[in-house]
């Protein structure tokens, strides 16, 4: 096995893996929490595109990209738009998933600490959600901006009016880049492969942050809240220490013996 990828061996001091039952219902819980919240923000229509506008407008203040130059890119081919819809749809829940239950199964002190992490992130973007109803920019004409995935598919969203699975005035913060910029630090933190290797993880958060932009389902200050929301989350939560840095620790019977071996100096003190 390779020493640089796989696990070292649990030693005594090693942290117990939680309950699986618990932590199913943790899981479970913390997503029906997240599917409820959403639901009730719904309702707030013109709030929504009230704050949509001020959100354009503070973006324009503060000389912020345009999206649109990040559709643009996306356009050049139905293909690219169509993988880019792909990826906002299929990729955000099952890749978080995989990688609690990796976690879970190989870094039981890390999946606690990354389950606390995006636990308060989650909790904290639901209270955002309710505060501050946001209407994507896909929806506000002065954007520009096209529905990608209504125009090229898929689509994960129905009509805003009767929508009643998703609360699509939620832009902000934007759970899409918070998971995955979790997912990444998580990963290059509980890893052992090298460090240039380790970092290649930031991809997802990246890519991500192309595809929710270019198919106009964040605005570039969603991302910044969402960045904000989970540096003050992984301040609050201390990191676990990494696989195979810890030291060994000497045995007392180790010290006593080494100390009763260690040669005595005739005279000394003398």
Same mark, same amino acid.
């Given at each position: ?8 061996? /649990? ?12 932590? &199913?219902?943790?899981? /479970? ?13 719904? =309702? ?17 203040? &503060?000389?912020?990209?345009?999206? =649109? ?9 139905? *293909? ?5 819809? *792909? ?9 978080? &998933? %995989? ?20 636990? /308060?992130? *989650? ?19 002065? #954007? =520009?901006?096209?529905? #990608? ?15 009643? &699975? ?13 998971? /995955? ?33 270019? #198919? ?11 960045? %904000? ?12 220490? @990494? ?11 180790? @010290? ?15």
């Amino acid at each position: 096995m390779n020493a640089r990828s796989e696990p070292a061996e /649990a030693g005594p001091d090693a942290p117990a893996r939680p309950p699986l039952v618990r932590e &199913l219902l943790l899981v /479970a819980g913390l997503f029906l929490v997240y599917k409820f919240g959403r639901r009730l923000a719904t =309702g707030h229509t013109a709030e929504a595109f009230r704050n949509a506008h001020h959100v354009w407008d503070w973006e324009r203040v &503060l000389r912020l990209p345009d999206e =649109g130059t990040v559709q643009d890119l996306l356009l050049h081919g139905d *293909t690219l738009i169509h993988v880019a819809n *792909t990826y906002y749809a299929a990729v955000h829940f099952p890749a978080t &998933l %995989a990688f609690l239950v990796w976690l879970y199964l190989r870094r039981p002190a890390h999946y606690v600490w990354a389950r606390r992490v995006l636990a /308060a992130v *989650t909790g904290a973007a639901l209270v955002l959600h309710l505060l501050f109803p946001l209407a994507p920019p896909r929806m506000l004409g002065a #954007t =520009g901006l096209l529905d #990608t995935a209504r125009a090229f598919g898929p689509s994960v969203y129905g009509p805003p009016r009767t929508d009643s &699975l998703s609360n699509q005035f939620a832009a902000m913060p934007s759970l899409h880049f918070g998971w /995955a910029l979790m997912l990444a630090i998580g990963l290059i933190v509980a890893t052992r492969t090298r460090w240039r290797w380790r970092w290649l993880w930031l991809l997802h958060p990246l890519v991500t942050l192309l595809v929710i932009v270019g #198919t106009a389902n964040h605005y570039w200050l969603d991302v910044v809240v969402a960045a %904000a929301l989970l540096g003050l989350a992984l301040a609050v939560h201390r990191v676990p220490q @990494r696989p195979g840095c810890a030291l060994p620790r000497r045995r007392p019977e180790a @010290r006593r013996r080494s100390s009763a071996d260690r040669p005595e100096l005739v005279g000394a003190g003398r």
